[in-house]
Antibody, heavy 121, light 110 residues
């Protein structure tokens, strides 16, 4: 059974940093591209960032480029999102997602339960 | 990248069919057969219902179907059931090698 377990969310002040983690199990982690998708309170889904299976290729939404960094450790079956220079508009539930392909992300076949990030003074 | 356009809400009675539209551009919906649909119940994570415009993952009811014409994709749910009441989100691959979502549609089963 595929499981994606996010952690690391919490309350942070504007301008602060946070690192999210996603522990994966039940599938070949090193064979799947992974992504982060977020959902602000009462809003729709927003794609944030994706990383290829080998970690060589990354993509970011314009709204987070230069502030958020996606990475992965295939030896630990873990996906990360380093979040710097956080803003109020980054407040959201962050979902870890898996895609069936290795490089190109076109859809998300499994989702974690999400971790809440709140940016407020 | 602008979000795809979905109606804010749709409704239908049990047993009826409803269709949710998802409109983009030639750089996303119209340019690729990579439209997907997700169902999200309150407080829960989204669940993949349709991928690559019209394919259903294993375990998803055949009451759910997807299609596309030009820059607009559609999700149809036939034989509406109370458990179908949820938010539905569409997404598409884009020419920038990114993914864009719609704003979401709240389905109410009357």
């Amino acid at each position: 059974e595929v499981q994606l377990l996010e952690s690391g969310g919490g309350l942070v002040k504007p301008g602060g940093s946070l690192r999210l983690s996603c522990a994966a199990s039940g599938f070949t982690f090193s064979g799947s591209a992974m992504s982060w998708v977020r959902q602000a309170p009462g809003k729709g889904l927003e794609w944030v960032s994706s990383i290829s299976a080998a970690g060589v290729s990354t993509h970011y939404a314009d709204s987070v480029k230069g502030r958020l960094t996606i990475s992965r450790d295939n030896s630990k079956n873990t996906l990360y999102l380093q979040m710097n220079s956080l803003r109020a508009e980054d407040t959201a539930v962050y979902y870890c997602t898996k895609s069936p392909g290795m490089v190109v992300v076109v859809y998300f076949d499994y989702w974690g339960q999400g971790t809440l990030v709140t940016v407020s003074s | 990248q602008s979000a795809l356009t979905q109606p804010a809400s749709v409704s239908g009675s049990p047993g009826q069919s409803i269709t949710i539209s998802c409109t983009g551009t030639s750089s996303d919906v119209g340019g690729y057969n990579y439209v997907s649909w997700y169902q999200q119940h309150p407080g829960k994570a989204p669940k993949l219902m349709i991928y690559d415009v019209s394919n259903r993952p294993s375990g998803v009811s055949n009451r759910f179907s997807g299609s596309k014409s030009g820059n607009t994709a559609s999700l149809t749910i036939s034989g509406l059931q109370a458990e179908d009441e949820a938010d539905y989100h569409c997404s598409s691959y884009t020419s920038s090698s990114t993914v864009v979502f719609g704003g979401g549609t709240k389905l109410t089963v009357l």
